[in-house]
């Protein structure tokens, strides 16, 4: 005898049917999927991490974070005495 289980897909019935551009809605588990237009014109592309803050009632902004690496590259310039760096590089080798 074979079991066979039927779940309901509601949620996605209706999300499919909701065709407006630029729309979405928030699911059950708080999920929403960013329309892939607004995406293009944010620049945002995947695996970029995202700030989430609530500006008020009913809105919601994304702000991208900032690469860790750009934001401090040469900070320390000018710490360090011409040359220094490359003397302890050197006694790497």
Known sequence: MVSIRCYSLLMSVRVKHDRRRGYTRVSSKHQVTIPAEALAKAGLQVGDRLKV?????????????????????????????????????????
């Open 53 to 93: 803050e609530a500006r008020g009632r009913g809105q919601i902004v994304f702000i991208r974070e900032g690469d860790p690496v750009e934001r401090f590259a040469g900070a320390l310039t000018g710490v360090y005495p011409a040359g220094y760096l490359d003397e302890l590089r050197g006694e790497w080798s």
